[in-house]
C-alpha cells in the first residue's frame, strides 16, 4: 500500500538547521509531488511548500523563502525537508503528503521538531 | 492569500445526530476544496476533496457541498470514531491554506 515514513525526532538549539526525510513506497516515487505541513502544538495545519520530484521543481510559501528548502533523491524514493535559522515559533510536527491533484494522501506520521536553547 | 474560516471551532453532539461544519473563504474560489479528519497524535486524513467527492474508503455518512465562499461537511449520523478535529483545505490557489479547525466530541 502507499506509505510515506518519515525519519524520527528531532531536538535543535535556536539558530540551527533541521533535516526531516520523508520516503514513499507502494507506487512510483515520481508520479506525485510532494507537500510539507507543520503543526504547531495544539495548533491548526500550516502548509510550507511543495515539491515536483521529477526534475526538483519547488514552490514555497513567502513565510519560509529564504529558510526552506526541499530536496529529493529518486534512487531512495525520498524527499527531504530542510528549514534553517531555527527558532522557537518552528517547534511543530512536521508532516509530508503525497499530492493528488486536488488533494492531500497519505500524510506520513510526522516528525516532532523540538527547539530549544 | 485565501483565509478560511470554520464555524463553529468546537461542536457537541451525540452518536446518532447529523451534524454540519461550516468553512468559509475570504474570497470566491474554485471547488477544489478539501477536508481532513485528525485525530489525537495522528497524521490528519483526507476525508473528501474537489468539495464533494468522498475519497475511497470514507463511510457514505460523510458528505461535502458548497461553491464560491460558503462549503459545508455534514456527518450525517454520528459515531463514536467521528470524534475528532476537522479542517477544511482550498487548493484553488497559492498559498494553500487550511480552516483553524473545528473539534468535534461525541
Known amino acids: 500500500q502507499v506509505q510515506l515514513v518519515q525519519s524520527g525526532a528531532e531536538v535543535k538549539k535556536p539558530g540551527a538547521s533541521v533535516k526531516v526525510s520523508c520516503k514513499a513506497s507502494g507506487y512510483t516515487f515520481t508520479s506525485f509531488y510532494f507537500h510539507w505541513v507543520r503543526q504547531a502544538p495544539g495548533q491548526g495545519l500550516e502548509w510550507m511548500g511543495i515539491i515536483n520530484p521529477e526534475g526538483g521543481s519547488t514552490t514555497y510559501a513567502q513565510k519560509f523563502q529564504g529558510r526552506l528548502t526541499m530536496t529529493w533523491d529518486t534512487s531512495t524514493s525520498t524527499v527531504t525537508m530542510e528549514l534553517s535559522s531555527l527558532r522557537s515559533e518552528d517547534t511543530a510536527v512536521y508532516y509530508c503528503?503525497?499530492?493528488?491533484?486536488?488533494?492531500?494522501?497519505?500524510w506520513g506520521q510526522g516528525t516532532l521538531v523540538t527547539v530549544s536553547s | 492569500d485565501i483565509q478560511l474560516t470554520q464555524s463553529p471551532s468546537f461542536l457537541s453532539a451525540s452518536v446518532g445526530d447529523r451534524v454540519t461544519i461550516t468553512c468559509r473563504a475570504s474570497q470566491g474560489m474554485s471547488s477544489y476544496l478539501a477536508w481532513y479528519q485528525q485525530k489525537p497524535g495522528k497524521a490528519p486524513k483526507l476525508l473528501i476533496y474537489?468539495?464533494?467527492t468522498l475519497q475511497s474508503g470514507v463511510p457514505s455518512r460523510f458528505s461535502g457541498s458548497g461553491s464560491g465562499t460558503e462549503f459545508t461537511l455534514t456527518i450525517s449520523s454520528l459515531q463514536p470514531e467521528d470524534s475528532a478535529t476537522y479542517y477544511c483545505?482550498?487548493?484553488?490557489?497559492?498559498?494553500?491554506?487550511f480552516g483553524q479547525g473545528t473539534r468535534l466530541e461525541i
Open positions: 503528503a503525497r499530492a493528488g491533484m486536488n488533494w492531500f494522501d497519505p
Open positions: 474537489v468539495t464533494s
Open positions: 483545505q482550498q487548493l484553488s490557489t497559492y498559498p494553500i491554506t
